[in-house]
């Protein structure tokens, strides 16, 4: 069974919600026939990517809220993620365009190091000091510190265009399917689920999911046929020779 999870480095929730996910994903009794893939979602798009400012200065703007609203905001988020065992900095954190990071998480699916990549890079913007917005270096450590190699994540970065349409195409297929918001969670094609939700939902969501994720039904021929069932097939020791 396949999650596909769009996300986005900027969204909070969506780090509060990933550790519910696994949470719940932890304890699913068929948790190694699960397959996370993380797509591609931005908050905040059209921001250039030299664009970086106080997070509070963002939510006041955005939201039309007053600054002590926005850190009453940030207060809340930090006991959410406190609760599930994470560090959250509720003070002079930044905001800024992830487009970058996205690319270079497409860079580290196709290397095995996606989930790898996408927690250093929550645990990086929401708990540690130094920003991860406009710093290509700081996200070249960051990939290094999960085994990428230096040199090609930097060759990454540097190309615009490298990965690029597959983030496109992670954003344009999060439209097809109806998300305005993330974290947004696809569980076989078949059922969503929007927000982080607490880990009870996403268990009984995974333990829905896989029940009707049958396996394949072989189909004998020779059912009411009056046959063996014995239809000729080649496996791993080779092909059975007909018998005259």
């Not at 290509?136 to 990965?163: Q, S």
């Not at 896989?210 to 059912?223: R, T």
């Not at 239809?231 to 020779?241: H, Y």
Request: with cysteine; glycine share 10%.
């Amino acid at each position: 069974m396949r999650v596909e999870i769009w996300s986005d480095i900027a969204c909070p929730w969506c780090y509060v919600g990933k550790a519910r996910f696994e949470k719940a994903l932890d304890a699913f009794p068929h948790r190694d026939g699960v397959e996370v893939v993380h797509r591609s979602f931005e908050l905040d798009p059209g921001r250039a990517k030299d664009d970086t400012q106080p997070v509070l200065k963002m939510l006041t703007k955005k939201y039309g809220m007053s600054e002590a609203q926005a850190q009453a905001g940030e207060d809340n988020l930090g006991a959410q993620a406190a609760a599930e065992g994470l560090d959250y900095r509720t003070r002079d954190r930044d905001h800024g365009n992830t487009f970058d990071m996205h690319r270079l998480l497409h860079f580290a699916k196709a290397e095995g190091r996606q989930d790898d990549l996408i927690q250093a890079l929550y645990k990086a913007n929401f708990a540690e000091e130094r920003s991860v917005f406009g710093d290509d270096e700081r996200l070249v450590e960051l990939a290094v510190g999960v085994g990428l190699d230096a040199e090609d994540a930097r060759k990454v970065l540097a190309d615009p265009t490298a990965y690029a349409d597959d983030v496109r195409a992670d954003e344009r297929e999060a439209a097809e399917l109806g998300a305005n918001g993330v974290p947004f969670f696809v569980l076989d094609r078949k059922y969503g689920v929007s927000g982080a939700q607490p880990a009870e939902v996403f268990a009984q969501a995974l333990t829905q999911a896989w029940g009707e994720h049958s396996p394949l039904k072989l189909i004998d021929s020779s059912a009411g046929s009056g046959g063996d069932g014995g239809a000729e097939a080649c496996g791993p020791d080779g092909c059975a020779v007909p018998q005259a």
